[in-house]
């Protein structure tokens, strides 16, 4: 299975602020990565797909770029909403995965 | 506006099935070209990929559950349905349906059904 790594964990900041979020795949999937944000009881909600496409509805404060292994979700001028956690997941190779997750935080 | 929810028992005992369905509102499994999924994540943990069936029949299951997994259409075309087979204990999760046009990606989720499974 192809691994996939966030880092970091866990991240505070601030509203107002610039969070980067990384992950990196154990082997290289193109483009075939989408981003998730997902609250508390909530199901996850798509944020962008192949790599750095906005999924409509999605704010477009959130920019994902990145291809083959290396890959950043950028949420610019974070808001009060935007506090959760954030997931990546391949689906260059079956079994899809996801990374481990993201805390965005106060 | 598709709309997806689970379906099924909340509790199952260990070695027995589960079976869950998700019911699509405002679409058919059978029209489109999507991928139809289940998306699981115990609590407190992450997200893990099930498998899908696709618009045509065709299904992809993750390897580590294979051998105890079936994803199929149900009776009418707006269903789709998961069974598990032989469940422990590890296999206690919310499980969620859900819709990708095949870009990889998850577009349209359900709430998501927490399944115990518990003697």
């Known amino acids: 299975d192809i691994q996939m790594t966030q880092s970091p964990s866990s991240v505070s900041a601030s509203v107002g602020d610039r969070v980067t979020i990384t992950c990196r795949a154990s082997?290289?999937?193109?483009?075939?990565l989408a981003w998730y944000q997902q609250k508390p009881g909530k199901a996850p909600k798509l944020l962008i797909y192949g790599a750095s496409s906005l999924q409509s509805g999605a704010p477009a404060r959130f920019s994902g770029s990145g291809s083959g292994t290396d890959f950043t979700l950028t949420i610019s001028n974070l808001q009060p909403e935007d506090f959760a956690i954030y997931y990546c997941?391949?689906?260059?190779?079956?079994?899809?995965?996801f990374g481990q997750g993201t805390k965005v935080e106060i | 506006q598709v709309q997806l929810q689970e379906s099924g028992p909340g509790l199952v005992k260990p070695s027995e099935t589960l079976s869950l369905t998700c019911t699509v509102s405002g679409g058919s499994v059978t029209s489109g070209s999507y991928y139809w999924s289940w998306i699981r994540q115990p609590p407190g943990k992450g997200l893990e990929w099930i498998g899908y069936i696709s618009y045509i029949g065709s299904t992809n299951y993750n390897p580590s559950l294979k051998s105890r997994v079936t994803i199929s259409v149900g009776t009418s075309n707006n269903q789709f349905s998961l069974r598990l087979n032989s469940v422990t204990t590890a296999d206690t999760a919310v499980y969620y349906c859900?819709?990708?046009?095949?870009?990889?990606?998850?577009?349209?989720w359900g709430q998501g059904t927490l399944v115990t499974v518990s003697s």
């Open positions: 859900a819709r990708d046009p095949l870009e990889g990606a998850a577009d349209v």
């Open positions: 082997q290289g999937v193109s483009s075939w």
């Open positions: 997941q391949q689906a260059h190779t079956f079994p899809w995965t």
